[in-house]
């Protein structure tokens, strides 16, 4: 059965940094690319970041380039996101999620997402 | 980045009715598209993907057409438990993926 469990979400305040980890299980995970969702209260879905299955292709929503970095460790079946200079609008459900594809050339789509794990950025 | 416009933004309709969403694309985007369902507090699900194709174990009342810019997503006799929002997702230009505003589902 395949699982994606998100963790290291929380309240930060903004400016400050936090990582994001998502620990994959169920299936072969170097075979996939993998993604960042994000979804603001309320809100609806905004990609925030995907990672093919060796790393060699990466890419950003506009609105996080430059502050947020995506990583993996298929010797841990492991994702990543490290948040530095967190704003408010960054509040959001952040979910890991399984592309259907290995991400090159390009992604396709997002078969099993995990649960989420909130992250609230305010003073 | 291509933008994906749903409508509409949400609906309300009886157990039985046919239910149609649309989703249109700011540039032609061939079939690169899918469907996700998420139900509230819930992680969304893929419904369909290639514009038409029905992912596995999704019932077969769902179904998906178009190609280019204009695509629709059809639920053909609406059950209770197909109250969700439903989002539509382009994956012919990357980065970024981008997903549609979506549309909530309600039962009359």
């Known amino acids: 059965e395949v699982q994606l469990v998100e963790s290291g979400g929380g309240l930060v305040q903004p400016g400050r940094s936090l990582r994001l980890s998502c620990a994959a299980s169920?299936?072969?995970?170097?075979?996939?690319?993998m993604h960042w969702v994000r979804q603001a209260p309320g809100k609806g879905l905004e990609w925030v970041s995907g990672?093919?299955?060796?790393?060699?292709?990466?890419g950003y929503a506009d609105s996080v380039k430059g502050r947020f970095t995506i990583s993996r460790d298929n010797a841990k079946n492991s994702l990543y996101l490290q948040m530095n200079s967190l704003r408010a609008e960054d509040t959001a459900l952040y979910y890991c999620?399984?592309?259907?594809?290995?991400?090159?050339?390009?992604?396709?789509?997002?078969?099993?997402w995990g649960q989420g794990t909130l992250v609230t950025v305010s003073s | 980045a291509i933008q994906l416009t749903q409508s509409p933004s949400s609906l309300s309709a009886s157990v039985g009715d046919r239910v149609t969403i649309t989703c249109r694309a700011s540039?032609?985007?061939?079939?690169?598209l899918a469907w996700y369902q998420q139900k509230p507090g819930k992680a969304p699900k893929l419904l369909i993907y290639?514009?038409?194709s029905l992912e596995s174990g999704v019932p077969s009342r769902f179904s998906g057409s178009g190609s280019g810019t204009d695509f629709t997503l059809t639920i053909s006799s609406l059950q209770p438990e197909d109250f969700a929002t439903y989002y539509c997702?382009?994956?012919?230009?990357?980065?970024?993926?981008?997903f549609g505003g979506g549309t909530k589902v309600e039962i009359k």
């Open positions: 169920g299936f072969t995970f170097d075979d996939y690319a």
């Open positions: 997702q382009q994956f012919n230009n990357y980065p970024p993926l981008t």
């Open positions: 290639d514009a038409s």
């Open positions: 540039q032609g985007i061939s079939s690169a």
């Open positions: 990672i093919s299955w060796n790393s060699g292709s990466i």
């Open positions: 999620a399984k592309d259907e594809s290995s991400g090159l050339p390009m992604p396709r789509v997002l078969y099993y």
